[in-house]
C-alpha cells in the first residue's frame, strides 16, 4: 500500500473559492430569480486584443503545414523569440533582465507552486499575512515550517522585515493580492537588504504589475539595486492581457541568483530550475506562445492596456462608492483589487453573507486569505462596467 503525503490532510478542505461557490449555488438554488453580481473571483472578463488573436490563429495554421510545423519546443525554457519579446517589455520599463534568465510558463499558479521543488523542506518559509494561498499551501504540501508577516492596518497592508526573524525563502507579492497594496522602491530595498543579511530568497509575484501608476511603485523587483542576487520574479499574462483561459507567463530566475549546498559548493538557483522545468514540464503551446508575443508589440500593448483602463476605472467607481459610504480600503489605485473593512466591526464571512443576501453581490472574505483577513473584504474590478455601478447603487441602499 503506498503511503500518502499526510501532509495534505493538514491543509484547508477546500480551496477558498470552491467555498464561496457552493455558498453562492445554495443561495441560487433557494432564490433562482436572484440577479447575482458577482465582484469575487479575479478573473477577467474582456475578450483578448485582437492583434493577439491574429497571432494565435497565425500560429495555429503554421501548425498545419509541414514546412512550419513545430513538435516539441527544443529548450522547454519558451521559444527565443518571446523570451526576447518578455526581455523588451521589461526594457521599457527600465529594467534589463536578459532573455535567457526568463523561463515562460503555462501561468504564474503553476510556476508559484512549482518553485518549491528546487528548495529543500527544511527550509522556513516568510509568507506576508493575508496572502494567495497558493503560497501557503504549496510550501504545507511539502511539511515546510511556514511563518508570516503581519500586513495589517497599521502597515497599510504593507508587512516589513523583522529583524528578529529568521528565515530562508520569502514570498512578496506586489502590488498584492488581496489587498491590493503596494511596495515602494524603499520598503523593497529594505526586503532585500534583510534577505541578503539573512541569505534567503524571495520569491516576488508580480502579477499585477500592468496595474501600477504611482511613480514610487516599481514594476519589478529587479528595478531595486541588488534584487538580481536575492529574488526570482513571476509574473502572468492573465491579468495583463486577459490570458487566464489562454495560460502563459514567465519566471526570471537571475544568473546572478547564487546559494550554497550544504557541502559549501555555489549552485546557480538557474541551473536547478532549468533543470526541474527539464524534467517536468514540456513547454507552452506554440500558438499561445504566438499570442503572448504579440501582447509586447507596439499594438499589442496599447490594445491590452485599453482594457486594463477599462479595469481601472471600474476601481474608482468602487473607491468612490466607499467614499462616499466612509468605508476604509486599500487598493484599487496600483491593483484591481480594493480591500475594504467591513462595516460595523463584521466578521468577512458575515459581511459576505449580508451582501450575498440583501443585495446580491458576491466579493471574497478576507479571512479566507489569512488571519490578518479577518474583518476585510475583496472587490474585484474586473467586470462589466454597467454590472459595477449597480452594484455600487445597491450597496449603497445598505445601513451599516
Ligand atoms: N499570482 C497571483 C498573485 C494571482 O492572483 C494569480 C491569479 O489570480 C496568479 C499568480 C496566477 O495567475 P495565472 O493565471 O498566471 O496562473
Not at 7 to 12: A, Q, V
Not at 40 to 48: C, F, M
Not at 135 to 155: H, L, P, Q, W
Request: charged share 25%; glycine share 10%.
Amino acid at each position: 500500500m503506498p503511503q500518502i503525503n499526510e501532509n495534505f490532510l493538514k491543509l484547508e478542505k477546500n480551496y477558498l473559492f470552491i467555498n464561496i461557490a457552493k455558498k453562492v449555488n445554495a443561495y441560487k438554488a433557494a432564490h433562482p430569480e436572484a440577479d447575482i453580481i458577482r465582484m469575487g473571483i479575479g478573473d477577467v472578463t474582456l475578450p483578448i486584443a485582437k492583434c493577439v488573436v491574429e497571432a494565435m490563429k497565425k500560429g495555429a495554421d503554421e501548425m498545419g503545414v509541414k514546412e512550419t510545423f513545430k513538435g516539441y519546443e527544443d529548450s522547454g525554457a519558451g521559444y527565443y523569440f518571446l523570451r526576447e519579446a518578455v526581455s523588451g517589455y521589461y526594457k521599457s520599463f527600465g529594467v534589463d533582465v536578459p532573455a535567457g534568465d526568463i523561463r515562460i510558463n503555462d501561468g504564474a499558479k503553476a510556476d508559484c507552486g512549482n518553485i518549491v521543488d528546487i528548495f529543500g523542506n527544511d527550509n522556513t518559509v516568510l509568507i506576508t499575512d493575508p496572502a494567495y494561498p497558493v503560497y501557503v499551501d504549496t510550501n504545507r504540501m511539502c511539511g515546510r515550517n511556514v511563518i508570516f508577516a503581519d500586513s495589517n492596518e497599521k502597515n497599510g497592508f504593507a508587512a516589513m522585515p523583522d529583524d528578529s526573524v529568521n528565515c530562508d525563502l520569502i514570498y512578496l507579492c506586489s502590488p498584492n493580492n488581496p489587498t491590493g497594496s503596494a511596495y515602494t522602491y524603499d520598503q523593497l530595498k529594505e526586503w532585500i537588504a534583510y534577505a541578503k543579511k539573512n541569505n534567503a530568497v524571495i520569491i516576488y509575484d508580480s502579477a499585477y504589475e500592468a496595474f501600477i501608476t504611482d511613480e514610487n511603485v516599481p514594476r519589478s523587483i529587479y528595478a531595486v539595486e541588488g534584487a538580481k542576487e536575492v529574488a526570482i520574479e513571476m509574473c502572468s499574462l492573465s491579468k495583463t492581457a486577459g490570458f487566464t483561459g489562454m495560460r502563459c507567463g514567465y519566471t526570471v530566475v537571475p544568473s546572478e541568483l547564487v546559494v550554497k549546498a550544504s557541502d559549501g559548493s555555489e549552485v546557480k538557483l538557474a541551473d536547478l530550475w532549468g533543470r526541474r522545468q527539464g524534467s517536468k514540464f514540456n513547454g507552452v503551446s506554440y500558438p499561445v506562445q504566438c499570442a503572448a508575443a504579440a501582447v509586447f508589440t507596439e499594438e499589442g500593448l496599447k490594445q491590452t492596456r485599453e482594457n486594463i483602463e477599462y479595469y481601472k476605472n471600474n476601481a474608482k467607481i468602487i473607491g468612490e462608492t466607499l467614499d462616499e459610504l466612509g468605508i476604509k480600503y486599500t487598493g484599487g489605485k496600483n491593483s484591481p483589487y480594493i480591500w475594504l473593512k467591513c462595516p460595523g466591526n463584521m466578521g468577512s464571512w458575515e459581511f459576505f453573507d449580508l451582501l450575498l443576501e440583501k443585495i446580491n453581490v458576491v466579493g471574497t472574505p478576507g479571512a479566507g486569505f489569512g488571519k490578518n483577513g479577518e474583518g476585510w473584504f475583496r472587490l474585484t474590478a474586473f467586470g462589466d462596467k454597467d454590472r459595477t455601478i449597480e452594484a455600487m447603487q445597491r450597496l449603497k441602499t445598505l445601513k451599516f
